[in-house]
């Protein structure tokens, strides 16, 4: 999982993944996260690659970001979200400031 690759597991309190490259089930994996970790959705964050997590997490009704390291461009993602990265190593970097 790249959440290893980048040594960021640390900040996460729980991490969901599919198994396979296709973006089916991520809906129903989302919700059975939700259901698991029982906590209020304006305290969740969804980390994805594509408009398709954008989508997702929208359905769940929580927060999201996008990485622009996998199947779309930054200009893509950044034209449906305001908060899109353009890497991990710029999402690690934010996240170490707020987090001082």
């Known amino acids: ?14 991490v969901f993944g599919l198994d396979h490259h296709y973006a089916d089930g991520k ?9 698991k970790i029982d906590i209020p959705s304006e305290k969740i964050l969804l980390i994805g690659d594509t408009l398709h997590d954008l989508h ?12 622009a390291q996998g199947h779309h461009s ?14 991990f ?8 400031t707020n987090c001082r």
């Open 1 to 14: 999982m790249e959440i290893d690759n980048f040594s960021i597991r640390p900040f996460f309190s729980h």
């Open 27 to 35: 809906l129903d994996r989302g919700k059975q996260l939700v259901e």
């Open 56 to 67: 997702v997490a929208d359905k769940l009704g929580i927060k999201s970001l996008l990485i």
């Open 74 to 87: 930054f200009e893509r993602l950044i034209a449906e979200s305001e908060y899109v990265f353009r890497s």
């Open 89 to 96: 190593p710029e999402l690690i970097e934010k996240m170490e």
